[in-house]
């Protein structure tokens, strides 16, 4: 009967693994299959529950820094602060004092607002994304950094 709960097990931790590509308990997936065959061979639950924690966290601990290297090595940042660093030229006229400014970036357009507050970029201004505050994207000519 102990065959059946780690194949169940095996299961639910591939299933999981599969959803979520994190690379966490695939190392516990291959913990279960070990206590799997096991008792398939009737050997007892003790040693089972043994191989299981032993195995996997072996698997944990000498295989997933390699994993981790070199799967998903050429993954893209999604998330906002990928932006920063990006070039963008500005679509309406960035003035803090009056509170507006848009740029377009990668085929969207941002609210941006300039890095200095007396700052002025015209329309078909080149800008670098410098900050993000919130939705608003914070903005500088290359020239005015120093």
């Known amino acids: 009967m102990e065959a ?6 095996f ?3 591939l299933g999981i693994e599969a959803v979520t590509m994190a690379l966490t308990t695939i190392w516990f997936a291959g913990g279960a299959l070990i206590a799997f065959l096991l008792a398939l061979f009737g050997v007892n639950v003790q040693v089972q529950l ?3 924690v032993i195995v996997s966290f072996v698997l944990l601990f ?3 820094p390699f994993a981790l290297r070199y799967v998903n090595k050429n993954t893209v940042k999604t998330n906002i602060d990928s932006l920063i660093g990006k070039h963008a030229r500005v679509t309406a006229e960035i003035n803090n004092i009056e509170a507006k400014g848009a740029v377009l970036l990668n085929g969207q357009e ?3 607002r300039a890095l200095k507050d007396d700052s002025i ?5 080149m800008v670098e994304v410098k900050d993000i505050r919130g939705v ?3 903005v500088s000519k290359e ?3 120093t």
């Open 62 to 64: 000498f295989t997933r």
């Open 50 to 52: 043994a191989a299981f």
């Open 110 to 112: 941002w609210t941006a």
């Open 11 to 13: 299961v639910v931790l």
């Open 136 to 138: 608003k994207l914070i």
């Open 4 to 9: 059946i709960y780690w194949l169940i097990a």
């Open 143 to 145: 020239e005015e950094e």
């Open 121 to 125: 970029y015209p329309v078909g201004t």
